[in-house]
């Protein structure tokens, strides 16, 4: 077993043992990612939402393309919004946000590490999702960021969640 594959195991069973759904294999598009899904709503003050991540580990496919980071989140975007959440946006009462975390065996190129920590998403009212490229090489976590009352806070909370994660499972 690689130690990309360990390390997506080791944070498959820390998610589990919080309450998650994990599945191993999820097949979207062209990738294949691990996923894991909150089973229990949670509450940021009145507003209930669901947590989706999908693990992607990118030791064998060519990560290293802004479009094609960018892509995976939209593909994991569709894959919650497809199967996960069956009403549309407007009439939803639970929040879900989907976390796309990208592995990296090597560290990602500069350009692609500026765009995706500047790049400011607009303000979106439904849903909240975010691409988190977690940077083996140099031990680092980069994210997206998004604008909005709505959108940063919680965004903040998920990552704070994440970067906790794999610092408990080593990777950070």
């Not at 691990?34 to 060519?62: E, L, M, Q």
């Not at 894959?79 to 407007?90: A, I, L, M, N």
Request: overall charge positive; some cysteine.
């Amino acid at each position: 077993m690689s130690s990309e594959s360990s390390t997506v195991t080791a944070i498959l069973q820390s998610l589990q043992s919080g309450g998650y759904e994990c599945t191993r294999d999820v097949s979207l598009g062209p990738a294949r990612a691990s996923a894991c899904a909150s089973r229990k709503v949670r509450w940021w003050g009145v507003i209930p939402y669901y947590i989706h991540y999908y693990i992607f580990d990118t030791s064998s496919a060519n990560a290293t393309d802004l479009d094609f980071i960018l892509g995976l989140n939209t593909l994991a975007r569709a894959h919650t919004d497809r199967f996960k959440h069956k009403r549309s946006r407007w009439f939803r009462f639970r929040v879900p946000i989907t976390v796309t975390v990208i592995f990296s065996p090597t560290s990602f190129p500069d350009n692609v590490v500026a765009e995706i920590t500047r790049r400011k998403q607009r303000y979106q009212m439904g849903d909240v999702n975010s691409v988190l490229l977690v940077d083996r090489g140099s031990r680092r976590l980069h994210s997206l960021e998004r604008t909005g009352f709505l959108g940063r806070l919680p965004l903040k909370r998920i990552v704070r969640h994440t970067r906790d994660l794999l610092k408990a499972v080593s990777v950070l």
